[in-house]
């Protein structure tokens, strides 16, 4: 097998093991994030997502799913989502004049 395989292999074993992981110790916090953040929705809450990096880009097309739809074949209500990465103005300033600890 040639290195770039063997990391290929890697990537995707490491990958089977946090899912195998995850399988152990159970979505019991998983179930109570999804049942906060619906109660919230249906009080008229909104979802503000974030990340950094790969993650900011994550966060927003999670937004965006979410706010459009999930499925072509399922039409549903927009669900209030936001991302809080797509302000780069306010996001680069912040970071500038204060600090990455600070922006969210």
């Known amino acids: 097998m040639n290195n770039?395989?063997?990391?290929?292999?890697?990537?995707f074993l490491r990958s089977i093991n946090t899912k195998k992981d995850c399988l152990k110790i159970g979505f019991d916090e998983l179930e109570?994030?999804?049942?906060?953040?619906?109660?919230?929705?249906?009080?008229?809450?909104?979802?503000f997502l974030c990340g950094n990096g790969g993650s900011a880009a994550d966060a927003q097309h999670?937004?965006?799913?979410?706010?459009?739809?999930?499925?072509?074949?399922?039409?549903?209500?927009?669900?209030?989502?936001?991302?809080?990465?797509?302000?780069?103005?306010?996001i680069t300033a912040?970071?500038?004049d204060y600090s990455f600890n600070d922006l969210f």
């Open 32 to 47: 109570k994030m999804g049942i906060i953040i619906s109660e919230s929705i249906k009080k008229g809450g909104k979802l």
């Open 94 to 96: 912040c970071a500038n």
């Open 62 to 90: 999670l937004a965006a799913e979410l706010l459009i739809r999930l499925k072509p074949d399922f039409d549903r209500s927009p669900l209030p989502a936001i991302s809080l990465a797509l302000d780069t103005s306010t």
């Open 4 to 11: 770039i395989s063997q990391i290929f292999e890697n990537a």
